[in-house]
């Protein structure tokens, strides 16, 4: 599976260099392979390639449809970015779980401001993954926001993950179209961020007695929402 980052033209693709490089060099991709390409808004192609250049390769369309493999339940999650390759993984499991939107969150106690640089790589991470969990819609890594910037946009429901915050309610969750989740860093929410986010109408909610890192915590939440109840 192969991203493409421009739409066909006249039935024709051409792969962006990264991408031509992994066909070319890594997969050792010929003219007259088919490969699978999507386009990170839900169109999936079957593309006969043309043309394999070291840093260019181009193919045909044979044919295309829109295949969704989104979760039911709109997720945003706006996370103190953990350092290093944590945020690299988080990126990953993210979009495997099918989370929608993912706001780096600048707190009080962050260690990991985001700089253009760092989001860039996230996005690329982003779609690193999405090649190897089939999945056809990128997640959105958004720039980084404050608490007030995040608690301004309003969906159907707001949990922020506190370790003293009342029971999570699964009820809560099965009924929204849209979840925000809110995950704090290492260090946690101050009170003030606490009260803050509370006075904003948003709930306050624990996933239990132990500590969760802050990848744990987003992954568990992301379970909880993206993953439908069996009957
Ligand atoms: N000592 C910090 C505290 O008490 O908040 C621990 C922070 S924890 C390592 C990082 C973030 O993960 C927290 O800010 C929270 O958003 C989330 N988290 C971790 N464990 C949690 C739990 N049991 N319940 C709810 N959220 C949790």
Redesign the pocket.
């Known amino acids: 599976r192969f991203f493409l980052d421009q739409p066909p033209v006249a039935g024709e693709v051409t792969f962006d260099e990264a991408e031509s490089q992994h066909l070319a060099k890594v997969m050792r991709a010929n003219v007259g392979d088919m490969v699978v390409g999507f386009d990170g808004v839900g169109i999936e192609y079957q593309i006969e390639l043309i043309s394999v250049g070291k840093k260019k390769v181009i193919g045909t369309v044979r044919q295309q449809e829109e295949v969704s493999r989104e979760a039911a339940r709109q997720l945003t999650l706006a996370v103190a970015l953990p350092k290093g390759d944590r945020q690299r993984w988080l990126i990953e499991k993210c979009v495997e779980l099918g989370v929608a939107r993912l706001i780096p969150l600048l707190t009080q106690r962050g260690v990991a401001q985001p700089v253009e640089k760092a989001i860039e790589r996230l996005r690329r991470a982003v779609i690193e993954a999405s090649k190897q969990c089939e999945r056809n819609v990128l997640m959105e890594v958004a720039e980084g926001q404050t608490l007030e910037q995040v608690l301004a946009s309003q969906p159907e429901v707001a949990l922020m993950?506190?370790?003293s915050?009342d029971a999570i309610q699964p009820a809560t969750i099965a009924a929204a179209g849209q979840v925000l989740g809110i995950?704090?860093?290492?260090?946690?929410?101050s009170e003030e961020e606490v009260a803050q986010a509370a006075a904003a109408g948003c709930q306050v909610?624990?996933?239990?007695?132990?500590?969760?890192?802050?990848e744990t915590?987003a992954l568990a939440m992301a379970s909880l929402v993206t993953i439908p109840p069996g009957p």
């Open positions: 993950l506190h370790p915050g995950i704090g860093p290492e260090g946690g929410f909610v624990s996933l239990g007695p132990r500590i969760l890192r802050v915590a």
